[in-house]
Nanobody, 124 residues
Framework: QVQLVESGGGLVQAGDSLRLSCAAS????????MGWFRQAPGKEREFVAA????????YYADSVKGRFTISRDNAKNTVFLQMNSLKPEDTAVYYC?????????????????WGQGTQVTVSS
């Protein structure tokens, strides 16, 4: 059974940083492309960042480019999202996702497994 468990969310002030973690079990992260998505109240779930199975390719939404960094630690079977210079508009539930495809994907319908989400709240 595949499980993705996110952690690291919380309440911070604008300009602060957070690092989200996604621990995987039942699959090895280096066999999948991984992604982070977020969903704010009343909005659709949107793409944030993705990393290819090899880790050699990453892709970011324009809204987070230059502020967020996705990475993976294959030894720990964990994917991270480093979030710097946080803004109030980054407030959302953040979800980790895994796809059996190897390339970076921005379409949430192409991801096969999802975590339960972790809340990030940025106050102004």
């Amino acid at each position: 059974q595949v499980q993705l468990v996110e952690s690291g969310g919380g309440l911070v002030q604008a300009g602060d940083s957070l690092r989200l973690s996604c621990a995987a079990s039942g699959l090895t992260v280096n066999s999948c492309a991984m992604g982070w998505f977020r969903q704010a109240p009343g909005k659709e779930r949107e793409f944030v960042a993705a990393i290819s199975w090899s880790g050699g390719t990453t892709y970011y939404a324009d809204s987070v480019k230059g502020r967020f960094t996705i990475s993976r630690d294959n030894a720990k079977n964990t994917v991270f999202l480093q979030m710097n210079s946080l803004k109030p508009e980054d407030t959302a539930v953040y979800y980790c996702a895994a796809t059996l495809y190897h390339t970076v994907l921005t379409d949430r319908s192409q991801y096969h497994y999802w975590g339960q989400g972790t809340q990030v709240t940025v106050s102004s």
